[in-house]
């Protein structure tokens, strides 16, 4: 019987013993080598067409020094045990990251002449080769170093880096052999966040803050409640049912609410590249997701600082939830406003989680017509809107939609109060008609640093409006 072994998928597989082999002998001529090898070969060559022993010799000296070598870098491989850190392990775009790898030699021989680098994914700029300082198991230097190098991600994105490769040349600089150490470790990179004005307990001018605001806006907001007048009160907030009850002048006041709630709507489909097909998203569209996840990102972490609960809708199947977590399996997902459950965050610990989700979150297929007829009528309503009779303050955040995404808006713009939707260039100006139309505040935003100001003038507008 073969001793070669079949894997489960049929194909065949080598043994153990070849593969260590294989890698044992794993070593190549460097520049000097191959030369050297070459030219004891022409030589040998000429020396066998003249008849010149003394040629033989010196041929024979110049072909065996390399392969010497090449035995040598194969029979003492260097092994090295690696552990490696990130500091911190997670990261906004932009940031450092400091690679800590921590090195052992497993060789039961010296180990010099060495040099280690690192193999990261594209997008990970890391250290340039260096020698291994790492000499000997019993030596001057110790058996042990610990190494480190910065990276500065400029995406978002989960960055695999690793394993470490250790290289090791002859004392001549005939041959070198490189070996693998230690597993690859993830990076993630979140995306950025600006910070926006405002917050649950500041107020902004006019007597006016997001956090009021939104409460105002929407039917679930705190009780309100009668106090008497006190100078400063604006008169927009004089409540005359009570002042003609109590003879006074007395203004609205509401309570704190334990628990307010807010809606993101995150478009990951670039439903208006469909028609362009699969790997053919031009430049313009795949800037425009980037900045989309940037802004869910912004307002997401500004309103869990504000003590919001947040649920994260996606247009497209469902990224942001552990596949467990999904209405369906994660080939029939189609996302929050087509049967998903929405992916729901809270403070403390929501705005990292929110983050680290949104580090991965790619463009996904536009679901097809039938798919959505047939989540239709699996979830006829909505898994957004379940238990929505109570409007919420909700954010779009849109790069390119269809009209079937925009219908899917416009039914969601009665359960939002505030409906603001925070677009990019690419949305075409019929799709902002309608859902201007629907009730959605639309804002066009051409890079993430322009929110912090669309932002205060949005609820600063929103404000008037309830003078």
């Known amino acids: 019987m073969d001793a070669r072994a079949v894997g489960d998928s049929g194909r065949v597989t080598r043994p153990a013993w070849l593969v260590h082999l294989a890698v044992r002998l794993r070593a190549r001529f460097t520049l000097r080598g191959g030369l050297c090898f070459a030219s004891g070969i022409v030589l040998?060559?000429?020396?066998?067409?003249?008849?010149?022993?003394?040629?033989?010799?010196?041929?024979?000296?110049?072909?065996?020094?390399?392969l010497v070598a090449i035995g040598y870098v194969s029979?003492?491989?260097?092994?090295?045990?690696?552990?490696?850190?990130?500091?911190?392990?997670?990261?906004?775009?932009?940031?450092?990251?400091?690679?800590?790898?921590?090195?052992?030699?497993?060789?039961?021989?010296?180990?010099?002449?060495?040099?280690?680098?690192?193999?990261?994914?594209?997008?990970?700029?890391?250290a340039a080769a260096s020698p291994l300082l790492l000499v000997d198991k019993f030596g001057a230097t110790g058996d042990s170093v610990r190494l480190e190098y910065t990276v500065t991600p400029r995406e978002r994105g989960v960055y695999e880096i690793g394993p470490l490769l250790v290289s090791r040349h002859d004392p001549f600089g005939f041959a070198h052999s490189t070996r693998v150490a230690g597993e690859p470790h993830d990076l993630i990179v979140t995306p950025r966040v600006i910070p926006l004005p405002g917050s649950a307990l500041g107020q902004t001018g006019n007597d006016g803050s997001i956090r009021e605001l939104l409460r105002q806006a929407s039917v679930t907001s705190d009780e309100l409640i009668a106090r008497e007048y006190r100078p400063g009160d604006p008169m927009r907030r004089v409540n005359w049912p009570a002042t003609a009850r109590h003879g006074e002048i007395m203004v609205r006041q509401e309570e704190s609410r334990s628990n307010p709630e807010a809606r993101i709507v995150l478009d990951t489909t670039l439903a208006g590249s469909a028609a362009m097909g699969?790997?053919?998203?031009?430049?313009?569209?795949?800037?425009?997701?980037?900045?989309?996840?940037?802004?869910?990102?912004?307002?997401?972490?500004?309103?869990?600082?504000?003590?919001?609960?947040?649920?994260?809708?996606?247009?497209?199947?469902?990224?942001?939830?552990?596949?467990?977590?999904?209405?369906?399996?994660?080939?029939?997902?189609?996302?929050?406003?087509?049967?998903?459950?929405?992916?729901?965050?809270?403070?403390?610990?929501?705005?990292?989680?929110?983050?680290?989700?949104?580090?991965?979150?790619?463009?996904?297929?536009?679901?097809?017509?039938?798919?959505?007829?047939?989540?239709?009528?699996?979830?006829?309503?909505?898994?957004?809107?379940?238990?929505?009779?109570?409007?919420?303050?909700?954010?779009?955040?849109?790069?390119?939609?269809?009209?079937?995404?925009?219908?899917?808006?416009?039914?969601?713009?009665?359960?939002?109060?505030?409906?603001?939707?925070?677009?990019?260039?690419?949305?075409?100006?019929?799709?902002?008609?309608?859902?201007?139309?629907?009730?959605?505040?639309?804002?066009?935003?051409?890079?993430?640093?322009?929110?912090?100001?669309?932002?205060?003038?949005?609820?600063?507008?929103?404000?008037?409006?309830?003078?």
């Open 278 to 467: 699969a790997g053919r998203v031009p430049p313009h569209l795949v800037a425009a997701f980037e900045l989309v996840v940037e802004l869910a990102a912004s307002v997401g972490v500004h309103l869990l600082d504000a003590g919001y609960r947040v649920e994260v809708s996606e247009l497209g199947a469902s990224q942001l939830l552990p596949g467990g977590e999904q209405t369906r399996g994660a080939e029939q997902a189609l996302g929050g406003l087509h049967g998903d459950v929405p992916a729901v965050y809270r403070a403390p610990g929501g705005d990292r989680m929110l983050l680290e989700s949104l580090a991965s979150v790619v463009p996904v297929p536009w679901p097809s017509r039938s798919e959505r007829i047939a989540a239709a009528r699996r979830a006829p309503v909505r898994a957004a809107l379940r238990g929505a009779q109570l409007s919420l303050p909700t954010f779009a955040m849109l790069a390119s939609v269809s009209e079937a995404d925009v219908d899917d808006l416009v039914a969601l713009a009665r359960h939002c109060e505030p409906a603001v939707a925070l677009v990019a260039r690419t949305v075409v100006a019929r799709a902002r008609e309608r859902l201007q139309e629907a009730g959605w505040r639309c804002v066009e935003l051409q890079t993430a640093e322009d929110l912090p100001g669309a932002w205060e003038g949005v609820f600063q507008e929103q404000g008037s409006v309830h003078d």
């Open 75 to 126: 029979l003492r491989p260097a092994r090295v045990e690696v552990i490696r850190t990130f500091r911190p392990s997670v990261v906004p775009a932009g940031g450092e990251s400091v690679v800590s790898l921590q090195l052992r030699n497993l060789s039961a021989t010296p180990l010099s002449g060495a040099s280690w680098s690192d193999t990261p994914e594209p997008g990970i700029n890391v």
């Open 44 to 66: 040998l060559i000429t020396a066998v067409v003249v008849n010149s022993r003394d040629l033989i010799f010196v041929a024979g000296l110049l072909t065996m020094a390399p």
